[in-house]
Structure formats: structure tokens, C-alpha cells
DNA sequence: GCCGCCTTGTAGCATATGCTACGGCGTGCT
DNA sequence: AGCACGCCGTAGCATATGCTACAAGGCGGC
């Protein structure tokens, strides 16, 4: 019985691999015999066990959406954030040493999602949906107001910043002292 | 001494050309055989007029700014922009037809610029940079707000909403409808 | 012991990619 | 006419990439 699932779990252990190696190194280190040489394995194997480069892909990008859902759920365990700090709260987070990993191949996956490639679509929305979601549960929203819209709201605000962020320092930091006093 | 310069002359025409093509199919088609294909050349060609591909890269990526600031200036010639509609007057800009190439390429550059790669990195900063001075030139903003940090704040607002609409169309709507009711 | 299956290594293939070497063609200058 | 130089095509190279073919080793069941 474990023998024959033994394969599976093996599987299971390569994504855990290669989702580590995604995180910190990007979608292109995927590539199978340089991804295969980091795991102590050969290209052999990863096709063995995944079949074929595109299922392995889905199977990596399954579990990196699944860990960020899982990082984003174990910040705010038991912790409600009050609306006006949730802008700050989360984009402070995935700036952070431990979300910058999860906003690097966000932007991959969102990059690629906007050409029509599928896999990347659907991780992509999977995603953001996740993301939104944990924004919906960790915030009190009052009483009239769609907790999904202003979660999305905000939720598109941080993307904003991380995204400028990335790429135009300067212009994220005056967006940010502008959620600062808009905080305030 | 119009011959001297031809073969910048037919640089500049073969860099606008790829950026036609990089516009419409994203960065992915600047591989030298099948972009000088689409082109009508030989990858032998893009050498010998760039150099190098990091060159014609460059090139590209210098030009696809300069248009997109250019089609920005073009949009609001000589118009004003009520403050409390930038933000969603871009949404739909970057949305609409005209936008999408724009945006499916800021999402490319802005992947890899958030991996250490310097040239898009540089691509990446000059253009939020155009953009952010398009907003602060195209809205006239109240006494007593800073220009350019309230740029930045619309911009990384239009940046999430563009971003969640390629990935997560239900989230950027919901997002979406919170502008309306915000600018109201 | 022997057979069969699961696992894994070694080679190889077909294609793609950036780049180079070499040579031909034409134009303009002397 | 001859010659040099700018332009360009053909081949080729070295490497990378996804994937396949073949075979060897190991392990359990008969």
C-alpha cells in the first residue's frame, strides 16, 4: 500500500523542492535539468514522476499558491487588522524578507497569466482569489460596506505599491506616505 | 552623409519594428530567428545592426517607453483631468484596446526587473517614472497636496486594478466598483 | 531461485538560441 | 578598370531544452 503510493508521495516531496527553488530563485529555474541538478536528481526523474514538464509546472504552481495562502492565514491567526492599517499591514508583509519570494513569482505568474497561457491563468486567479479572501477574514470590516469590494480595493491598492515597489522605489515610497496619512 | 548614417537610420526602423512586435506578442517574440522572420530579415541582420541581442533588447525596451509615454501625452493633449477621476479614467485607458499592449508589457518588464536583471530594471523605473509625471501633468491638483506623492498613490491604485484585471477579472471589478462609489 | 515490476542512469534526438566565419554582391572612389 | 568598403546570405558552432529509448539494478512475490 505505501509502495504503491510511494511514488506520489516522492512527488510530492519533488514539488515541495521545487516550489523552494521557484521561490527564491523564479519561474526560469524551473528548466528541468538545471532544476533536477538542484534537487540531486536528473531531468530522468522529473519527468518520470511528473510525466511531463507542463504537469509539473501546475503541480509547483499549485503548491506555491497553496503556501502563500498558508503564509498569508499563519500572520494573522486569530488576529483581526482594523481596515484603516490593512493597506500598510500587508504591503509591509510582502515586502518583507519573507514576502518578497511570494510577490516575485506573483508577478511571473500574473506577467504570463496576461498572455493566454492557461496554467498560468488559472494559478493566477487562483491566487488573487486566495488573497482576497484572507483580506475579507482578517479585517473587521463596519457594518455597510461589500467586505468583498473593499477587500479587493485594498488588495489592489497593495498590489500597486508592491509593484512600484519592485521596480520605481521612489515612486512607491510617496505612494506609501500617502496611505500613511490617509491612515491617519 | 546619408549614407554614413543609413545603417543607424535602419536600426531605428528595425527597433520600431520589434517593438510593434513586442507590443502585440510580448517580449517571449524577441527571439532573433523568429522575430527577424516576422520582420523579414535574417537573425544575422539584428546582429549586425545591434550587435548583440542585450543591445537590440535595450533598444526595444527604450523605445516601447518612449511610445508609451508618448501615447499617454497623446490622451490627455491639452486636458485636465479632475482628480477624483484619474484613477479610473487610466483604469480604462490601460484596459481598453489601445492600453492592453502597454500593460502586458509593463507586467513583463516589471517581473524581471524585480529579479536583478539591470536592463529591465532600468526599462522598469524609467517607465513608472513617465508615467507617475504624466499623472502630476495631467491633473490639476488641490493647494496643499503634494503632486507627486498623490500621483504615485493613483498610480499604484491603477497598477493593482490593471493587474487584478489580467489575473482575476471578479476581484478587479469589485475593486473597480469601489472607485466609482469613492470618486462619488 | 527466478520472474516481474518499480526505479533510475546513460545516450541520444530534435529543436531552439545566441553568435561567428566566410564569402558574395554591389556601390562609390580613384 | 580596380579596389575597398558596406551590406547581406549560408553554414556552422556550442549550448540549452523537452523528451524518448534502452538497459541495468533492486526488491518483492511465487
Known amino acids: 500500500m505505501d509502495g504503491s503510493d510511494a511514488r506520489g508521495a516522492k512527488r510530492l516531496r ?10 527564491e530563485e ?5 528548466s528541468l535539468r538545471p532544476a533536477a541538478a538542484r534537487l540531486g536528481t536528473s531531468d530522468r526523474m522529473l519527468l518520470y514522476y511528473f510525466g511531463t514538464k507542463a504537469e509539473m ?3 509547483v504552481l499549485g503548491c506555491v499558491v497553496a503556501r502563500f495562502a498558508a503564509h498569508l492565514a499563519g500572520v494573522t491567526r486569530n488576529v483581526r487588522i482594523p481596515p484603516h492599517q490593512m493597506v500598510g499591514f500587508t504591503a509591509e508583509l510582502m515586502t518583507s524578507e519573507a514576502g518578497r519570494p511570494y510577490a516575485n513569482v506573483w508577478f511571473e505568474i500574473a506577467a504570463r497569466a496576461a498572455r493566454d497561457d492557461k496554467i498560468f491563468a488559472t494559478a493566477a486567479e487562483l491566487m488573487a482569489e486566495r488573497w482576497n479572501e484572507w483580506i475579507v477574514r482578517s479585517v473587521h470590516f463596519p457594518a ?9 480595493m485594498m488588495l489592489a491598492i497593495v498590489n500597486g505599491i508592491i509593484l512600484l515597489d519592485s521596480t520605481a ?5 510617496a505612494a506609501r506616505s500617502r496611505v ?3 491612515a491617519a
Chains 1, 2 share one sequence.
Open 180 to 182: 500613511q496619512s490617509a
Open 169 to 173: 522605489p521612489s515612486v512607491a515610497a
Open 57 to 59: 509546472l501546475a503541480d
Open 14 to 23: 519533488l514539488t515541495e523542492a521545487l516550489a523552494d527553488l521557484v521561490l
Open 26 to 30: 523564479g519561474l526560469d529555474a524551473l
Open 144 to 152: 455597510g460596506v461589500a467586505p468583498r469590494s473593499a477587500a479587493a
